[in-house]
């Protein structure tokens, strides 16, 4: 936590700031904000940058790389806020700086874990992998469900999946009992014809696997064809 000056000055310099940058007050006091920026973000000019949207709405709330005295970087939540005089006028601003690095490295594992499942999920081709919602309107597709289905993504995302189904087995509510089994007892499996974009049928084995939010809500359905 550390006082800045209305033109970008570090004015104090608090026991934090020791331990996240590096800086003893009597190395960092007196230097501009931006030495503790990245040279990229220097160069962009954006310690000033957020200064300007700080003075104009108050406060700049941000995340992004931060240097320390010994050239590492990590990842900070930085807050800005401007402090203004009696009169209005601007009188600089305090900075609170937190060290989020092992936060950003969880969320990013988990971002790449998704790439790599999308991946693996969209390079099946001998099986329809895809979700639905709660509802039964498709919400995903993959390339083996394309290839099986004839259907591309953007002609069949957002439509109910009982357009798979035989109009025989439409009518008779069999597409909503399947989803109806697999929310009560978590899956549901069986077999029989389906339809293709086109208009011809296959003979299909169906999974439809109810997948739940950690409170146990339903959230949609995995299914595989």
């Not at 790449?112 to 001998?126: A, H, I, P, Q």
């Not at 909503?176 to 089994?181: D, P, S, T």
């Not at 014809?193 to 995995?222: N, Q, Y």
């Amino acid at each position: 936590i550390y006082a800045i000056s209305a033109d970008g000055r570090i004015l104090t310099w608090n026991p934090g700031g020791m331990t996240i940058h590096g800086y003893e007050p009597d190395e960092i006091i007196g230097q501009m904000l931006d030495i503790l920026y990245a040279e990229d973000d220097r160069q962009k000019g954006v310690p000033s940058a957020g200064l300007g949207i700080a003075r104009r709405t108050g406060r700049r709330d941000t995340e992004g790389w931060r240097i320390r005295k010994d050239g590492t970087t990590f990842w900070a939540s930085d807050v800005i806020t401007a402090l203004h005089k009696e009169d209005g006028q601007l009188a600089g601003y305090v900075n609170i700086v937190r060290d989020i690095t092992d936060k950003k490295a969880a969320h990013d594992a988990v971002l790449e874990s998704e790439r790599r499942f999308r991946l693996l999920v969209n390079g099946v081709t001998d099986y329809a992998v895809f979700m639905l919602s709660p509802e039964g309107v498709v919400t995903n597709w993959n390339s083996g469900a394309r290839r099986i289905k004839g259907y591309a993504a953007e002609e069949i995302i957002g439509s109910h999946f009982s357009r798979f189904y035989t109009p025989e087995d439409a009518a008779t509510g069999l597409p909503q009992r399947g989803l109806a089994a697999a929310a009560k007892d978590g899956r549901f499996e069986a077999e029989g014809w389906r339809v293709r974009k086109d208009g011809t049928r296959f003979w299909a084995h169906v999974v439809i696997d109810a997948i739940r939010d950690e409170d146990g809500t339903l959230a949609g359905f995995a299914k595989i064809t």
